[in-house]
C-alpha cells in the first residue's frame, strides 16, 4: 500500500503596510493611528486607495463594504474623519464655463462648525501644493439656462466639498434668477472673499439620462490655475 500526504502551510493574508515595513491592515497599523487626520488623508490619497475600505482599484462612493465612519456614517474610514471641521462625503460641483485643470489633492472646501462667535455662515476655502499630487476627477456636462438650453460645461468634482460654486461668467450666460446671501469664504493667511449671491441650477449628463437640480455660490473665479506642477499624462 502506498500512502500520500500533503500538508498545506497557512500564509498571512494581511498586505504589506503602507504606513510601516509589516504586514497587516492600514487600520491596524499604530504607525499610522499615530498620525494626523491630514496626514492620514494625504497618504491614502497619494497611493490612491479607497477612503472608506483602505483598498485600492475603486474610489469611496463605489465601495461595497458594508462599514463607514463611526462618527458621521459618511462613506469613509473613522480614520480620516475631521472633528474640526464639518465635511460631507458627497460630490459638490466647481462649474466654470472654460475647461478648467485639475487641482492638487489639499484644496478643501469646509463650512465652519456649529458653535462658532461668528453669526454669518463661513466658508473655508484652503488650496496648498505639494511635491505629490493627486487629481480630483472632472467631467463635460450641461447646465440648463431659464429657457431650458443646455450650455456645455466643464466640472470640477470634490467629495470633500459641502459647497458647489459656479463662475460668474457661466452665472450671467444662464441668465436664472439670484437670491441674497452672505457668506466669507476664507483662504490662507486669513484672506476672506464676501459671495453675496446664490442660484440654483439644473445640471444633465451629456451621455446618460441623469439631471439633478443644485444650488451654487457664485464667484468670479472659484480656483487659481491648478495644478501647481507639471503633470505627465502619458502613463
Not at 489639499?106 to 476655502?125: D, F, R, Y
Amino acid at each position: 500500500m502506498v500512502s500520500n500526504s500533503a500538508t498545506t502551510e497557512c500564509k498571512n493574508s494581511a498586505p504589506y503596510c503602507i504606513a510601516c515595513p509589516e504586514n497587516h491592515f492600514l487600520f491596524q497599523c499604530l504607525a499610522f493611528s499615530k498620525m494626523s487626520v491630514r496626514q492620514r488623508r494625504e497618504l491614502v490619497s497619494q497611493k490612491r486607495l479607497c477612503w472608506n475600505c483602505f483598498r485600492s482599484g475603486h474610489q469611496s462612493r463605489n465601495c461595497t463594504s458594508k462599514y463607514d465612519c463611526r462618527n458621521c456614517h459618511q462613506k469613509h474610514h473613522t480614520l480620516l474623519h475631521e472633528t474640526s471641521t464639518t465635511k460631507i462625503q458627497s460630490s459638490p460641483v466647481t462649474i466654470s464655463g472654460q475647461s478648467s485643470q485639475q487641482p492638487n489633492p489639499s484644496t478643501m472646501i469646509a463650512v465652519e462648525t456649529p458653535g462658532s462667535v461668528n453669526p454669518n455662515p463661513q466658508v473655508s476655502l484652503s488650496v496648498q501644493s505639494c511635491q505629490s499630487t493627486v487629481l480630483l476627477e472632472t467631467v463635460n456636462l450641461l447646465v440648463v439656462d431659464q429657457n431650458g438650453k443646455g450650455h456645455s460645461a466643464h466640472a470640477l468634482l470634490d467629495s470633500g466639498s459641502m459647497s458647489s460654486f459656479i463662475t460668474k461668467k457661466l452665472a450671467n450666460i444662464l441668465n436664472l434668477r439670484r437670491t441674497k446671501v452672505d457668506i466669507a469664504v476664507s483662504g490662507i493667511g486669513e484672506t476672506s472673499k464676501q459671495i453675496k449671491r446664490k442660484l440654483t441650477a439644473t445640471i444633465r449628463s451629456k451621455l446618460l439620462s441623469f439631471s439633478t437640480t443644485l444650488e451654487f455660490l457664485i464667484l468670479k473665479k472659484p480656483t487659481v490655475c491648478l495644478p501647481t506642477m507639471p503633470i505627465d499624462i502619458s502613463l
